[in-house]
């Protein structure tokens, strides 16, 4: 999949491609019931009718604008220990093959971005070299929103954070000295530029590309469920603030209906645009 929009060209490489979580515990406000009434707009683009439920992906985002080379979350990770995850713990995929298949060699990175700290957001930051965590790619600066930075830092330090990701995935980039702490609207380049999304985190950040010839945004993990654009309301299991989360989320699907911007967020099955319908809203794919 290579989308191009205007001077910009956006792939991606998927991870994993399903949830470990089902729809409604992913989604504690949500029920079958409620979750039914949506599947004439979900299926089958948005849909796994291996799992009889909304699709979900773990992937990473590649942009190339003219000027910079951008990876925008970094999944799971290679060889990391995830003992309560089966599919995560001491994962041996093809994420890096794939990249090389996209084009992409570590080497060729310019600019690693994570629209925030979780566990399966920041997994390829680090590789293990047989001695320990090393950043993947030798040449890249990593950004880090520096608010969602203090907090997970206090959280690894205060045995708060369950994975062990910050250790084995951020903290190696930061003693590296590839970290780079930003504020929450920071220019990556004349196309990229952070925006503040807080809830699902204390500092998750959006991405927003501009080009000659249209706009998208890469909103990470605002919405995890596709269902979520047409139900706001319902925040994940794992967001800090669920009512900042879902006051977020609101004004997003608001601020993008018809307005033509490509949304592609962590974890849809596919990109696509917010569309209103009567009162509430739907996500069309992208062609
Ligand atoms: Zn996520």
């Given at each position: 999949?290579?989308?191009?929009?205007?001077?910009?060209?956006?792939?991606?490489?998927?991870?994993?491609?399903?949830?470990?979580?089902?729809?409604?515990?992913?989604?504690?406000?949500?029920?079958?019931?409620?979750?039914?009434?949506?599947?004439?707009w979900l299926k089958p683009d948005f849909w796994d009718d291996a799992v009889g439920d909304?699709?979900?992906?773990?992937?990473?985002?590649?942009?190339?604008?003219?000027?910079?080379?951008?990876?925008?979350?970094?999944?799971?990770?290679?060889?990391?220990?995830?003992?309560?995850?089966?599919?995560?713990?001491?994962?041996?995929?093809?994420?890096?093959?794939?990249?090389?298949?996209?084009?992409?060699?570590?080497?060729?990175?310019?600019?690693?971005?994570?629209?925030?700290?979780?566990?399966?957001?920041?997994?390829?930051?680090?590789?293990?070299?047989?001695?320990?965590w090393v950043p993947t790619f030798p040449r890249a600066r990593y950004l880090f929103a520096?608010?969602?930075?203090?907090?997970?830092?206090?959280?690894?330090?205060?045995?708060?954070?369950?994975?062990?990701?910050?250790?084995?995935?951020?903290?190696?980039?930061?003693?590296?000295?590839?970290?780079?702490?930003?504020?929450?609207?920071?220019?990556?380049?004349?196309?990229?530029?952070?925006?503040?999304?807080?809830?699902?985190?204390?500092?998750?950040?959006?991405?927003?590309?501009?080009?000659?010839?249209?706009?998208?945004?890469?909103?990470?993990?605002?919405?995890?469920?596709?269902?979520?654009?047409?139900?706001?309301?319902?925040?994940?299991?794992?967001?800090?603030?669920?009512?900042?989360?879902?006051?977020?989320?609101?004004?997003?699907?608001?601020?993008?209906?018809?307005?033509?911007?490509?949304?592609?967020?962590?974890?849809?099955?596919?990109?696509?645009?917010?569309?209103?319908?009567?009162?509430?809203?739907?996500?069309?794919?992208?062609?």
């Amino acid at each position: 999949m290579t989308l191009a929009l205007g001077e910009v060209t956006l792939d991606r490489v998927v991870e994993i491609g399903r949830s470990a979580y089902p729809t409604t515990s992913m989604l504690p406000d949500s029920t079958p019931e409620a979750l039914a009434r949506h599947h004439a707009w979900l299926k089958p683009d948005f849909w796994d009718d291996a799992v009889g439920d909304l699709g979900a992906r773990i992937q990473t985002w590649i942009v190339r604008t003219p000027r910079t080379t951008v990876l925008i979350d970094t999944g799971v990770g290679n060889g990391k220990a995830r003992p309560d995850s089966p599919v995560w713990h001491m994962r041996e995929g093809a994420w890096l093959e794939d990249l090389a298949a996209a084009g992409l060699g570590p080497e060729q990175v310019d600019v690693v971005l994570c629209t925030h700290l979780h566990v399966d957001h920041v997994g390829w930051n680090t590789r293990w070299d047989g001695a320990r965590w090393v950043p993947t790619f030798p040449r890249a600066r990593y950004l880090f929103a520096g608010e969602e930075w203090e907090f997970w830092k206090w959280e690894a330090a205060s045995g708060r954070e369950p994975y062990g990701c910050i250790a084995d995935s951020v903290v190696p980039v930061v003693e590296a000295g590839q970290a780079e702490l930003v504020g929450a609207t920071h220019a990556v380049d004349p196309w990229l530029t952070l925006e503040s999304s807080r809830g699902h985190t204390p500092g998750h950040v959006s991405v927003r590309l501009r080009t000659r010839d249209g706009e998208a945004v890469f909103p990470g993990d605002v919405m995890h469920r596709t269902v979520q654009v047409a139900e706001p309301q319902w925040s994940s299991r794992f967001c800090w603030d669920p009512r900042a989360a879902a006051a977020t989320r609101r004004e997003f699907v608001e601020r993008h209906a018809d307005s033509g911007v490509l949304v592609l967020p962590a974890h849809f099955p596919r990109p696509g645009y917010v569309v209103r319908e009567g009162a509430g809203h739907r996500f069309v794919p992208a062609a």
